[in-house]
């Protein structure tokens, strides 16, 4: 079989030693490159077959190639609908997270299934970990290919382990000591409002999740509320007890902008009243360069892909961390975060 449902299987293969038969040769499994490492790619052996069964059949397999690739894609199988989605997510992650402190604008479309990040399609959205600014986070995140893009709209992923290694000592050091300080300021006309974050209008309920969360916050004149949070650069894993970078610190960082949204925005307020920024958690600046050497990191260690309509994309999201290429032409991809999990002190790297 040299094609299956848009699956080059015999490029696919080209080159790798093993191709493996899962329990009663149902699915075969090959990694995605040669070199690449991750994802492993897993399609039916004979014909299309129900994704959900399989998985909640085999959930130790899927695991086992979570924490050792990080990512696995799957391709052919008879996914056509987000409520089928959301039954694969829960057959391998359990428990969905609902979106509640929110980072990036996104519209419910059915249980806890969200849209990928509403940003317009010429924007890249970097390479991160989800809810890696956060005390909770999912440790399985899924994504749903209905509709791919005519031109890009890559979902790119990466290493964490191999990007943690790849950050020069010295900057990986500095960040292990002093974590990360997240500064976000809502209610400015610009990013989220903090009804939108929070997903309610009642001040006294965001203020008790922010005492539960270890999130400092002050109302300001006109309504508006500024939020600093400090969460480590580093993580380990609660399962492989890996070492991981985590954080968000280049996403959230004001030279993520373009630059001319930057310079406008410096233009009319002051640094400190920037909708996002990040610095050092004692609240230092982060230099340029290292900046520049966590975004290098990033690079060295990306994989891309083209999506396919009906492709179901898993990552263990401490393991693997995702992106956004820019696209052109209509694009839908949704999004199912499983697994919750809450940081304590003891968790720290």
């Not at 609660?238 to 280049?250: K, Y």
């Not at 310079?263 to 050092?280: I, S, T």
């Not at 982060?286 to 966590?294: D, G, P, V």
Request: aromatic share 10%; charged share 20%.
């Amino acid at each position: 079989m040299d094609s299956y449902h848009g699956l080059d299987v015999s490029a696919l293969l080209r080159g790798r030693k093993a191709v493996r038969v899962s329990a009663h040769d149902l699915v075969t499994s090959a990694p995605f490159g040669p070199d690449a490492g991750l994802p492993v790619v897993i399609w039916p052996a004979a014909g299309p077959m129900d994704l959900e069964a399989w998985c909640a059949g085999n959930r130790a397999v899927i695991d086992s190639h979570l924490r050792s690739r990080g990512a696995v894609l799957f391709r052919g199988f008879a996914v056509l609908r987000i409520e089928q989605f959301e039954a694969v997510v829960r057959a391998i992650g359990s428990d969905l997270l609902e979106y509640a402190y929110r980072s990036t604008p996104r519209t419910r479309v059915g249980g806890n299934i969200y849209t990928s990040t509403e940003y317009p399609a010429s924007q890249s959205i970097p390479l991160h970990n989800e809810n890696s600014y956060s005390r909770t986070w999912p440790l399985k995140i899924g994504f749903f290919c209905v509709k791919p893009s005519e031109h890009g709209g890559e979902t790119p992923i990466a290493d964490s382990r191999k990007v943690l290694a790849a950050i020069d000592d010295a900057v990986r050091w500095r960040f292990i000591e002093k974590g990360v300080m997240y500064v976000r300021n809502y209610g400015a006309g610009v990013d989220l409002s903090w009804q939108t974050t929070f997903q309610t209008d009642d001040r006294g309920e965001v203020e008790r999740y922010c005492d539960r969360a270890g999130i400092e916050y002050q109302w300001r004149d006109g309504g508006r509320l500024q939020t600093r949070q400090v969460c480590p650069a580093v993580r380990e894993h609660p399962e492989t007890g890996e070492t991981v970078w985590f954080n968000q610190a280049h996403l959230f960082h004001m030279s993520s902008l373009e630059p001319e949204i930057r310079e406008h925005l410096l233009g009319e307020m002051r640094e400190e009243d920037l909708p996002r920024n990040a610095c050092y958690g004692d609240g230092s600046p982060i230099e340029a360069s290292a900046l520049q050497a966590i975004r290098a990191a990033y690079n060295a260690h990306t994989v891309r892909y083209s999506w396919q309509a009906g492709d179901v994309l898993m990552l263990d999201n401490m393991l693997c961390a995702h992106g956004r290429a820019p696209f052109q032409g209509t694009r839908q991809v949704v999004v199912g975060m499983a697994q919750p999990y809450t940081d304590t002190p003891a968790s720290h790297a």
